[in-house]
Protein backbone atom coordinates (compact mmCIF):
# COMPACT_ATOMS: atom_id res chain seq x y z
CA UNK A 1 0.00 0.00 0.00
CA UNK A 2 1.24 3.08 -0.88
CA UNK A 3 1.39 6.50 1.12
CA UNK A 4 0.31 9.48 0.40
CA UNK A 5 2.55 12.23 0.06
CA UNK A 6 3.86 14.10 2.75
CA UNK A 7 3.06 17.81 2.34
CA UNK A 8 5.19 20.98 3.31
CA UNK A 9 3.13 22.91 5.60
CA UNK A 10 2.74 26.46 4.17
CA UNK A 11 5.24 29.39 5.15
CA UNK A 12 3.65 31.40 8.12
CA UNK A 13 3.70 35.26 6.86
CA UNK A 14 4.25 37.72 9.28
CA UNK A 15 4.97 41.18 10.49
CA UNK A 16 7.72 41.79 12.65
CA UNK A 17 7.14 44.04 15.11
CA UNK A 18 10.54 44.12 16.74
CA UNK A 19 13.83 42.54 15.17
CA UNK A 20 16.25 40.45 17.19
CA UNK A 21 19.59 39.23 16.61
CA UNK A 22 18.21 35.84 15.48
CA UNK A 23 15.85 37.44 13.41
CA UNK A 24 18.80 39.24 11.84
CA UNK A 25 21.29 36.51 11.07
CA UNK A 26 18.17 34.54 9.27
CA UNK A 27 17.61 37.58 7.27
CA UNK A 28 20.82 38.16 6.34
CA UNK A 29 21.13 34.67 5.33
CA UNK A 30 18.57 35.21 2.94
CA UNK A 31 19.89 38.42 1.55
CA UNK A 32 23.33 37.11 1.17
CA UNK A 33 21.49 33.97 -0.50
CA UNK A 34 19.32 36.22 -3.20
CA UNK A 35 22.74 38.33 -3.81
CA UNK A 36 24.80 35.05 -4.67
CA UNK A 37 22.15 33.92 -6.79
CA UNK A 38 22.29 37.19 -9.06
CA UNK A 39 19.38 39.85 -7.30
CA UNK A 40 20.38 43.32 -7.84
CA UNK A 41 19.10 44.53 -4.58
CA UNK A 42 21.51 47.21 -3.65
CA UNK A 43 24.87 44.59 -2.99
CA UNK A 44 27.61 43.79 -4.91
CA UNK A 45 29.87 40.07 -4.37
CA UNK A 46 30.63 39.56 -2.08
CA UNK A 47 27.99 40.19 0.23
CA UNK A 48 29.62 39.33 3.77
CA UNK A 49 27.32 38.07 6.21
CA UNK A 50 28.69 40.64 8.73
CA UNK A 51 27.32 43.45 5.80
CA UNK A 52 24.26 41.82 5.65
CA UNK A 53 23.80 41.95 9.20
CA UNK A 54 24.71 45.13 9.23
CA UNK A 55 21.83 46.29 6.62
CA UNK A 56 18.87 44.53 8.57
CA UNK A 57 20.29 46.30 11.76
CA UNK A 58 19.71 49.77 9.70
CA UNK A 59 16.26 48.26 8.82
CA UNK A 60 15.31 46.82 12.57
CA UNK A 61 15.90 51.15 13.41
CA UNK A 62 13.41 51.59 10.83
CA UNK A 63 10.78 49.55 11.86
CA UNK A 64 11.28 50.48 15.01
CA UNK A 65 10.51 53.90 14.42
CA UNK A 66 7.43 52.85 12.50
CA UNK A 67 9.37 54.10 9.07
CA UNK A 68 9.56 50.51 7.82
CA UNK A 69 6.87 47.62 8.21
CA UNK A 70 9.10 44.18 7.88
CA UNK A 71 7.02 40.78 6.58
CA UNK A 72 9.18 37.97 6.99
CA UNK A 73 8.01 33.90 5.65
CA UNK A 74 9.19 31.18 7.87
CA UNK A 75 8.65 27.67 7.32
CA UNK A 76 10.17 24.60 9.71
CA UNK A 77 13.84 26.29 9.56
CA UNK A 78 13.03 29.37 10.33
CA UNK A 79 12.79 32.82 7.46
CA UNK A 80 12.51 31.92 4.27
CA UNK A 81 11.52 34.80 2.57
CA UNK A 82 11.10 38.83 3.46
CA UNK A 83 9.45 41.70 2.21
CA UNK A 84 9.30 45.57 3.22
CA UNK A 85 6.66 48.31 3.04
CA UNK A 86 8.57 51.94 3.48
CA UNK A 87 6.03 53.69 4.93
CA UNK A 88 7.67 56.84 5.82
CA UNK A 89 7.21 59.35 2.94
CA UNK A 90 7.57 63.05 2.08
CA UNK A 91 4.46 64.91 3.94
CA UNK A 92 3.02 65.55 0.50
CA UNK A 93 3.10 61.62 -0.09
CA UNK A 94 1.48 60.16 2.65
CA UNK A 95 -0.84 57.88 0.57
CA UNK A 96 1.82 55.65 -0.38
CA UNK A 97 4.21 53.51 0.27
CA UNK A 98 7.58 51.31 -1.45
CA UNK A 99 8.10 48.09 -1.81
CA UNK A 100 11.30 46.85 -1.05
CA UNK A 101 13.73 44.18 -0.73
CA UNK A 102 11.08 40.71 -1.77
CA UNK A 103 13.57 38.47 -1.40
CA UNK A 104 12.70 34.83 -1.48
CA UNK A 105 15.88 32.07 -0.79
CA UNK A 106 16.77 29.93 -3.41
CA UNK A 107 15.73 26.86 -1.18
CA UNK A 108 12.13 27.83 -0.56
CA UNK A 109 11.46 29.37 -4.39
CA UNK A 110 9.03 28.04 -6.52
CA UNK A 111 6.31 27.40 -3.59
CA UNK A 112 4.43 30.59 -3.76
CA UNK A 113 6.00 32.62 -1.08
CA UNK A 114 6.90 35.50 -2.79
CA UNK A 115 3.04 35.90 -3.83
CA UNK A 116 1.99 35.42 -0.50
CA UNK A 117 4.32 38.17 1.03
CA UNK A 118 2.88 40.77 -1.73
CA UNK A 119 -0.83 39.68 -0.69
CA UNK A 120 1.24 40.42 3.18
CA UNK A 121 2.21 43.70 2.25
CA UNK A 122 -0.65 44.90 0.44
CA UNK A 123 -3.24 44.04 3.20
CA UNK A 124 -0.46 45.72 5.87
CA UNK A 125 0.13 48.78 3.70
CA UNK A 126 -3.49 48.82 3.27
CA UNK A 127 -4.20 48.96 7.81
CA UNK A 128 -1.48 51.67 7.21
CA UNK A 129 -3.93 53.58 4.91
CA UNK A 130 -2.16 53.66 2.43
CA UNK A 131 -3.50 53.34 -0.96
CA UNK A 132 -0.76 53.34 -3.51
CA UNK A 133 2.36 51.17 -3.65
CA UNK A 134 5.50 51.45 -5.67
CA UNK A 135 8.26 49.14 -6.50
CA UNK A 136 11.09 48.07 -8.97
CA UNK A 137 12.86 44.87 -10.07
CA UNK A 138 15.60 43.76 -11.82
CA UNK A 139 14.39 39.67 -12.93
CA UNK A 140 12.02 38.93 -14.58
CA UNK A 141 10.78 36.55 -12.80
CA UNK A 142 9.38 38.99 -10.45
CA UNK A 143 7.79 41.00 -12.86
CA UNK A 144 5.75 38.04 -13.81
CA UNK A 145 4.86 37.50 -10.49
CA UNK A 146 3.85 41.15 -9.76
CA UNK A 147 2.09 41.45 -13.37
CA UNK A 148 -0.23 38.05 -11.85
CA UNK A 149 -0.49 39.88 -9.07
CA UNK A 150 -2.13 42.72 -10.83
CA UNK A 151 0.47 45.34 -10.51
CA UNK A 152 1.23 47.88 -13.03
CA UNK A 153 4.07 48.02 -15.34
CA UNK A 154 5.21 51.48 -16.15
CA UNK A 155 8.48 51.38 -17.54
CA UNK A 156 11.78 49.90 -18.16
CA UNK A 157 15.14 52.10 -17.06
CA UNK A 158 17.94 50.73 -19.12
CA UNK A 159 21.11 50.20 -17.27
CA UNK A 160 19.53 51.30 -13.85
CA UNK A 161 21.84 49.20 -11.42
CA UNK A 162 24.16 46.82 -11.68
CA UNK A 163 23.96 42.85 -10.69
CA UNK A 164 26.40 41.92 -8.00
CA UNK A 165 29.23 40.47 -10.14
CA UNK A 166 28.89 44.07 -12.27
CA UNK A 167 27.41 43.72 -15.38
CA UNK A 168 24.89 46.78 -15.94
CA UNK A 169 20.76 45.64 -15.42
CA UNK A 170 17.81 47.36 -16.59
CA UNK A 171 14.92 47.75 -13.65
CA UNK A 172 11.43 47.67 -14.33
CA UNK A 173 8.98 49.82 -12.45
CA UNK A 174 5.15 48.94 -10.98
CA UNK A 175 2.91 50.52 -9.46
CA UNK A 176 -0.49 48.81 -7.77
CA UNK A 177 -3.44 51.48 -6.78
CA UNK A 178 -5.35 50.34 -3.17
CA UNK A 179 -8.99 50.78 -2.65
CA UNK A 180 -9.54 53.03 0.28
CA UNK A 181 -10.61 52.28 2.93
CA UNK A 182 -14.17 52.19 4.21
CA UNK A 183 -14.97 55.19 6.89
Not at 22 to 44: I, K, P, T
Not at 132 to 149: G, I, N
Given at each position: MTQPAATTPA??????????????????????????????????????????QAFWHRVAEGVASGERALLV?????????????????????PHRAEVSKMLVHRRARRQGIGAL????????????GKTLLVLDTSSAEAERLYARLGWTRVGVIPGYALLPGGAP?????????LAPQAR
Amino acid sequence: MTQPAATTPAPRIRALSSVDDAHVRQLADVLVDCVEGGASVSFMLPLTPERAQAFWHRVAEGVASGERALLVAEDAQGIVGTVQLVLGQPENQPHRAEVSKMLVHRRARRQGIGALLMQAAEQLAHEHGKTLLVLDTSSAEAERLYARLGWTRVGVIPGYALLPGGAPCDTTYFYRALAPQAR
